[in-house]
């Protein structure tokens, strides 16, 4: 299975409103729940006005669509991450799988991938 870096640093943080949100920006996720809204992009396009802000994010994303009948890829790829003691977040779409990990760990977590057979592209 093949892995694709991302080459920009991420931002995690919520937002008061869905208009703070850059809508050109080349990524971006979004999550509302009855007590936030969330928004993961890069961090050139964090909005000024965030409630709570956690820069500092590198991210990888698994390569191809995904089949809804597949089953265990990210805990696959969170559990070789967890014995390295690397914290994730993960972020799902519809195609595939996006994992976030602090940028001072993102080469570690490649290396150990790619030592678990996962192709880093």
Not at 5 to 33: A, M, P, Q
Not at 112 to 119: D, F, H, N, V
Request: charged letters at 30%; a negative charge; one cysteine or more.
């Amino acid at each position: 299975m093949q892995i694709q870096k991302l080459d920009y640093d991420l931002t995690v943080c919520k937002i008061r409103s869905f208009e703070d949100i850059n809508l050109s920006s080349k990524l971006f996720f979004v999550g509302k729940t009855d007590e936030e809204l969330s928004l993961v992009c890069p961090t050139k396009d964090t909005p000024q006005a965030t409630t709570d802000r956690e820069d500092g994010w590198k991210a990888f994303r698994i390569c191809g669509t995904l089949d809804f009948s597949l089953i265990g890829i990210l805990s696959k790829i969170t559990d070789i991450l967890a014995k390295h003691r690397i914290g994730v977040f993960a972020v799902s779409t519809f195609n595939t799988d996006y994992i976030l990990v602090k940028r001072e760990r993102f080469d570690e977590a490649l290396s150990a991938l790619s030592e678990s057979g996962y192709e880093i592209v």
